[in-house]
């Protein structure tokens, strides 16, 4: 393994971790490479094909699905080929990923272990477990017709069947997307507490086609609500975040009034601007959690951006150590070339640390003299003396 590039293992290992598979379209959502509103668009029939909404230059996002594959093939994963069909009126129909037939056909494989099969796929001669099978089918590719009729199906092949009540709360779901939201609080608890869990159960990670309309249902009946810190998850930050629309959601935060005193909508906040590819943003909102909320800001539990999270890590290795609210100064630091694009940030906020900004013009040579770059060395020294010895450490 050490004649190929290791940076795609880590994203790779982590998708293995947490789904115990590799798909090329769970990358791409994981690396902010796609948005989940573009994948639907594709299975709509709005896109010819999906690479074209992709965020990046194609050939290196062609290169990084090659050696994750490459990779996979070397620790001895069993490849498979899938396939994509349309949504709505024309299911039958197989859909590309790109023009280009390498990339078209990178994209349409699944890696397991080789013991590894499928949950549903056990005895499928018997009626029952191809009724379940059937009813998931449907529901994954939108169909809540087709999830009925298998349904009924269920009803009378099996009505004792273990998971029947389970199923029909989701056909049910499904159902009534279109059903208006007469108790916002009575269907977020239902969705949070029972049909999310029996989706991600029975659909696995396919649970979002169903989840995301369901999670947008609620984000229409809540347009333009105000945000309670005491409800917070009765806003519209919130549920469009949980359906995967970072910008409603982004939008949903910044329209809420001193948003920048909220410690959860400056993580909503984070995350969906990392989803946008937004990193400066994004990295202004982890700054203020580090100087307001240090017990909140923990970047390797919530960031999404591989590379902060990496510098974050090395950063609680630190020695000597560092409080947590100087954690933006030492990344200015680690990453000297952030002080040239962090130009949003108000230097003169109340939250910004005398010593950060001391930094900030250090780094970004704002005096332009000698004699002033002396003159903030002692300031900084001063300031805090032990960020002045990491700041030496790195000249």
Known sequence: MNNKPQHIQYPVDQLLQ??????????????????????????????????????????????????????LQRRGWQVETITYHAWGNDRSRSLRFSRNDALNDCFHQRYRKPQDQPQLDMFTDAPAINRVNGIIRALVNRDAGEARRQLEGLY?????????????????????????????????????????????????????????????????????????????????????????????ARQAVEQTPHWQSDPVLLQRHARACEQLHRRCDALLSWFTLCWQFPELSDASESSIDTELRQQWAAFLELEPELPTQTFP??????????????????????????????????QNGLSGQADDNIA????????????????????
Request: charged residues 25%; negative net charge.
């Open 18 to 71: 947490e789904q115990g598979e590799y798909l090329p379209l769970e990358f791409l959502l994981q690396e902010g490479r796609l948005t989940y509103a573009d994948y639907e668009a594709w299975r709509n029939g709005e896109l010819n094909t999906l690479d074209e909404a992709l965020f990046g230059d194609r050939q290196h996002i062609k290169q990084q699905l090659i050696e994750a594959a490459d990779y």
């Open 156 to 248: 009378d092949t099996a009505p004792d069947h273990a998971r029947l009540g389970e199923l029909e709360r989701l056909v049910e779901a499904a159902e009534n997307l279109d059903a208006p939201v007469d108790d916002v609080a009575a269907d977020l608890r239902t969705l949070q507490e029972t049909l999310s869990p029996l989706a991600e159960s029975l659909l696995c990670k396919e649970s979002r086609n169903l989840l995301v309309p369901l999670w947008r249902r609620l984000s229409a009946a809540l347009y333009n609500q105000p945000y309670h810190a005491a409800h917070a998850e009765r806003h519209m930050s919130y549920t469009a975040s949980q359906a995967m629309d970072w910008d409603t």
């Open 329 to 362: 100064a030492w990344l200015l630091l680690a990453k000297p070339g952030l002080s040239k694009v962090l130009t949003g940030l108000r230097h003169d906020a109340a939250s910004c640390p005398a010593s950060y900004r001391t930094l900030y013009q250090l």
């Open 376 to 395: 903030l060395r002692a300031r900084l020294k001063q300031q805090d003396s032990l960020l002045f010895q990491h700041y030496l450490l790195l000249q």
